[in-house]
Protein backbone atom coordinates (compact mmCIF):
# COMPACT_ATOMS: atom_id res chain seq x y z
CA UNK A 1 0.00 0.00 0.00
CA UNK A 2 1.18 3.64 -0.78
CA UNK A 3 1.25 6.28 1.88
CA UNK A 4 0.06 9.55 0.40
CA UNK A 5 -1.26 11.40 3.40
CA UNK A 6 1.30 13.76 5.45
CA UNK A 7 -1.46 12.40 8.84
CA UNK A 8 -0.56 8.89 8.40
CA UNK A 9 0.62 7.81 11.40
CA UNK A 10 3.55 6.51 10.64
CA UNK A 11 4.45 9.67 9.21
CA UNK A 12 3.88 11.77 11.91
CA UNK A 13 6.13 9.44 14.06
CA UNK A 14 9.21 9.74 11.66
CA UNK A 15 9.02 13.61 11.36
CA UNK A 16 9.17 13.59 15.06
CA UNK A 17 11.78 11.08 15.61
CA UNK A 18 13.67 14.02 13.00
CA UNK A 19 12.69 16.76 15.11
CA UNK A 20 12.26 15.61 18.89
CA UNK A 21 15.31 14.82 21.13
CA UNK A 22 13.12 13.69 23.68
CA UNK A 23 10.86 11.70 21.90
CA UNK A 24 14.00 9.69 20.05
CA UNK A 25 15.51 8.82 23.21
CA UNK A 26 12.43 7.92 25.15
CA UNK A 27 11.52 5.54 21.95
CA UNK A 28 15.37 3.86 21.58
CA UNK A 29 15.17 4.34 18.04
CA UNK A 30 16.29 6.64 15.41
CA UNK A 31 16.02 7.52 11.72
CA UNK A 32 18.71 6.95 8.96
CA UNK A 33 18.39 8.57 5.57
CA UNK A 34 20.13 8.00 2.71
CA UNK A 35 21.02 4.35 0.91
CA UNK A 36 25.02 4.53 2.16
CA UNK A 37 23.95 5.43 5.28
CA UNK A 38 21.56 2.89 5.39
CA UNK A 39 24.04 0.33 3.86
CA UNK A 40 26.45 0.96 6.55
CA UNK A 41 23.49 0.53 9.63
CA UNK A 42 22.84 -2.82 8.17
CA UNK A 43 26.36 -3.82 7.70
CA UNK A 44 27.48 -3.18 11.29
CA UNK A 45 24.57 -5.02 12.26
CA UNK A 46 22.09 -2.28 13.63
CA UNK A 47 19.22 -3.64 13.97
CA UNK A 48 15.85 -2.50 11.79
CA UNK A 49 12.38 -1.21 12.64
CA UNK A 50 10.97 -0.75 9.29
CA UNK A 51 11.63 1.58 5.93
CA UNK A 52 10.54 4.07 3.98
CA UNK A 53 10.62 4.06 0.32
CA UNK A 54 10.11 6.04 -2.45
CA UNK A 55 10.50 4.25 -5.47
CA UNK A 56 10.27 6.70 -7.94
CA UNK A 57 13.56 8.11 -6.42
CA UNK A 58 14.84 4.62 -4.82
CA UNK A 59 17.67 2.91 -7.13
CA UNK A 60 19.05 0.49 -5.11
CA UNK A 61 18.19 -2.59 -3.80
CA UNK A 62 15.24 -3.43 -1.16
CA UNK A 63 16.75 -4.36 1.98
CA UNK A 64 15.29 -7.20 3.88
CA UNK A 65 12.23 -6.06 6.73
CA UNK A 66 9.09 -4.00 6.77
CA UNK A 67 8.42 -1.76 3.79
CA UNK A 68 6.34 1.58 3.31
CA UNK A 69 6.11 2.70 -0.02
CA UNK A 70 5.72 6.16 0.49
CA UNK A 71 4.33 9.33 -2.47
CA UNK A 72 6.90 11.47 -3.61
CA UNK A 73 5.37 14.19 -1.66
CA UNK A 74 5.43 12.31 1.92
CA UNK A 75 9.09 11.58 1.20
CA UNK A 76 10.09 15.04 0.59
CA UNK A 77 7.70 15.93 4.02
CA UNK A 78 9.95 13.22 5.92
CA UNK A 79 13.27 14.19 4.05
CA UNK A 80 15.92 15.46 6.29
CA UNK A 81 17.96 16.03 3.33
CA UNK A 82 16.74 17.84 0.27
CA UNK A 83 19.11 15.24 -2.19
CA UNK A 84 18.72 11.90 -0.32
CA UNK A 85 17.68 8.59 -2.12
CA UNK A 86 14.76 7.62 -1.80
CA UNK A 87 15.06 5.63 1.16
CA UNK A 88 14.60 6.49 5.01
CA UNK A 89 15.16 3.58 7.67
CA UNK A 90 14.10 3.43 11.29
CA UNK A 91 16.81 1.46 13.92
CA UNK A 92 16.83 0.30 17.46
CA UNK A 93 19.43 2.31 19.12
CA UNK A 94 22.15 0.80 20.75
CA UNK A 95 23.20 1.63 24.45
CA UNK A 96 26.86 3.59 24.35
CA UNK A 97 27.42 2.41 28.26
CA UNK A 98 31.55 2.87 28.64
CA UNK A 99 31.74 0.31 30.64
CA UNK A 100 31.21 -2.30 28.01
CA UNK A 101 34.51 -0.86 25.97
CA UNK A 102 37.58 -3.26 26.20
CA UNK A 103 40.61 -1.01 25.00
CA UNK A 104 43.55 -3.41 23.01
CA UNK A 105 47.07 -3.18 24.19
CA UNK A 106 47.90 -0.07 21.80
CA UNK A 107 44.07 1.58 21.55
CA UNK A 108 43.98 5.30 21.15
CA UNK A 109 40.77 7.06 21.98
CA UNK A 110 39.70 10.87 21.14
CA UNK A 111 37.24 11.90 24.47
CA UNK A 112 35.37 15.65 23.73
CA UNK A 113 34.21 17.07 26.08
CA UNK A 114 30.81 19.30 25.94
CA UNK A 115 30.59 18.98 22.34
CA UNK A 116 27.77 20.64 21.52
CA UNK A 117 26.90 20.91 17.69
CA UNK A 118 25.89 17.71 16.05
CA UNK A 119 27.94 18.70 12.74
CA UNK A 120 31.01 19.26 14.15
CA UNK A 121 30.48 15.69 16.34
CA UNK A 122 30.10 13.96 12.34
CA UNK A 123 32.92 15.18 11.41
CA UNK A 124 34.81 14.23 14.04
CA UNK A 125 33.29 10.64 13.74
CA UNK A 126 34.28 10.49 10.49
CA UNK A 127 37.87 11.27 11.03
CA UNK A 128 38.30 8.83 13.58
CA UNK A 129 36.66 5.79 11.64
CA UNK A 130 38.83 7.03 8.61
CA UNK A 131 41.76 6.96 10.90
CA UNK A 132 41.37 3.60 12.75
CA UNK A 133 40.68 5.38 16.24
CA UNK A 134 39.27 2.53 18.47
CA UNK A 135 36.64 4.79 20.00
CA UNK A 136 34.94 8.49 20.85
CA UNK A 137 34.19 9.10 24.34
CA UNK A 138 31.80 12.27 24.92
CA UNK A 139 32.50 13.24 28.24
CA UNK A 140 29.60 15.67 29.43
CA UNK A 141 28.21 15.74 26.27
CA UNK A 142 25.32 18.25 25.33
CA UNK A 143 24.01 16.27 21.86
CA UNK A 144 22.82 12.94 21.24
CA UNK A 145 24.66 10.25 19.01
CA UNK A 146 21.41 9.43 16.77
CA UNK A 147 20.77 13.19 15.88
CA UNK A 148 19.90 12.77 12.63
CA UNK A 149 22.70 15.90 11.77
CA UNK A 150 25.12 13.41 13.67
CA UNK A 151 24.26 10.82 11.22
CA UNK A 152 24.60 12.68 7.79
CA UNK A 153 27.85 14.89 8.66
CA UNK A 154 29.51 11.79 9.50
CA UNK A 155 28.55 9.86 6.15
CA UNK A 156 27.13 6.71 8.18
CA UNK A 157 30.31 6.50 10.15
CA UNK A 158 28.82 6.30 13.41
CA UNK A 159 27.81 3.21 12.88
CA UNK A 160 31.52 1.50 12.59
CA UNK A 161 32.74 3.50 15.38
CA UNK A 162 32.82 2.49 19.01
CA UNK A 163 31.37 5.32 20.71
CA UNK A 164 30.27 6.20 24.40
CA UNK A 165 29.05 8.98 26.46
CA UNK A 166 29.84 9.45 30.10
CA UNK A 167 30.54 11.99 33.30
CA UNK A 168 34.35 13.24 33.46
CA UNK A 169 34.79 11.80 36.93
CA UNK A 170 33.81 8.34 34.69
CA UNK A 171 35.99 8.81 31.72
CA UNK A 172 39.18 9.74 33.84
CA UNK A 173 38.19 6.93 35.98
CA UNK A 174 38.01 4.44 33.30
CA UNK A 175 41.10 5.91 31.58
CA UNK A 176 43.22 5.08 34.96
CA UNK A 177 41.93 1.98 35.63
CA UNK A 178 43.01 0.87 31.96
CA UNK A 179 46.51 2.33 32.49
CA UNK A 180 46.16 5.26 29.40
CA UNK A 181 48.47 7.71 28.49
CA UNK A 182 46.37 10.74 28.70
CA UNK A 183 47.07 13.86 26.82
CA UNK A 184 44.94 16.88 27.25
CA UNK A 185 44.92 19.94 25.10
CA UNK A 186 45.06 22.76 27.80
CA UNK A 187 46.42 26.48 26.63
CA UNK A 188 49.42 26.58 28.37
CA UNK A 189 53.24 26.97 28.51
CA UNK A 190 53.83 23.15 29.30
CA UNK A 191 52.83 22.05 26.82
CA UNK A 192 55.11 19.43 24.14
CA UNK A 193 54.57 19.04 20.24
CA UNK A 194 51.50 16.07 19.51
CA UNK A 195 54.08 14.57 17.23
CA UNK A 196 56.46 13.71 20.19
CA UNK A 197 53.81 12.11 22.16
CA UNK A 198 53.67 8.01 22.19
CA UNK A 199 50.48 6.55 20.60
CA UNK A 200 51.93 3.01 20.19
CA UNK A 201 50.78 2.65 23.68
CA UNK A 202 47.24 3.07 25.23
CA UNK A 203 46.57 6.55 24.75
CA UNK A 204 43.92 9.15 25.33
CA UNK A 205 43.17 12.83 23.80
CA UNK A 206 41.30 15.19 25.20
CA UNK A 207 39.26 18.30 23.53
CA UNK A 208 36.95 20.68 24.80
CA UNK A 209 34.71 23.39 23.11
CA UNK A 210 35.74 25.94 20.46
CA UNK A 211 34.74 28.42 22.66
CA UNK A 212 36.19 27.58 26.05
CA UNK A 213 38.49 24.41 25.81
CA UNK A 214 38.58 22.01 28.71
CA UNK A 215 37.02 22.25 31.39
CA UNK A 216 39.21 23.18 34.69
CA UNK A 217 38.45 19.35 35.67
CA UNK A 218 40.90 18.23 33.28
CA UNK A 219 43.99 20.41 34.55
CA UNK A 220 46.52 18.46 35.91
CA UNK A 221 44.73 15.22 34.90
CA UNK A 222 47.21 14.37 31.82
CA UNK A 223 50.36 15.58 29.92
CA UNK A 224 49.43 18.51 28.29
CA UNK A 225 49.50 18.10 24.10
CA UNK A 226 49.18 21.00 21.43
CA UNK A 227 49.81 20.83 17.56
CA UNK A 228 52.76 22.80 16.12
CA UNK A 229 52.15 25.62 14.12
CA UNK A 230 53.45 27.62 11.67
CA UNK A 231 51.39 30.63 10.83
CA UNK A 232 50.23 33.41 13.72
CA UNK A 233 47.32 32.03 14.38
CA UNK A 234 47.39 29.84 17.71
CA UNK A 235 44.66 27.93 17.72
CA UNK A 236 42.49 25.27 15.01
CA UNK A 237 38.18 24.52 14.75
CA UNK A 238 38.04 21.18 16.73
CA UNK A 239 37.19 18.80 14.55
CA UNK A 240 40.43 19.47 12.29
CA UNK A 241 42.64 19.35 15.45
CA UNK A 242 40.96 15.74 15.89
CA UNK A 243 42.04 14.90 12.48
CA UNK A 244 45.30 15.96 12.76
CA UNK A 245 45.51 13.93 16.24
CA UNK A 246 43.46 10.66 14.40
CA UNK A 247 46.41 11.05 11.72
CA UNK A 248 49.25 11.19 13.91
CA UNK A 249 48.03 8.16 15.56
CA UNK A 250 47.58 6.09 12.60
CA UNK A 251 50.96 7.33 11.01
CA UNK A 252 52.95 6.21 14.32
CA UNK A 253 51.25 3.01 14.81
CA UNK A 254 52.09 2.01 10.88
CA UNK A 255 55.60 2.73 11.55
Known amino acids: MLIESFQNDKIKNVTKLLT????????????????????????????????????????????????HYVSDKVYEKIAYRGSSEGIIGIYEAKETLLSSFTPKNNSTVIIVEGVEKPGNLGAILRSCEAFGIDALIVADGKTDFYNPNVIRSSVGCLFGMEV??????????????NH???YTTLMDETAEDLYKRDFTQRSAVLFGTEHSGLSDFWIGKGKNTLIPMAGSIDSLNLSNAVAITCYESLKQKKG
Do not use: M, W
Open 20 to 67: DNRFRKKSKVFVVEGQQENERALHYDFIPVEFFICENIFKGNIPDGRI
Open 180 to 182: FNI
Open 164 to 177: YQAENEETLKFLQD
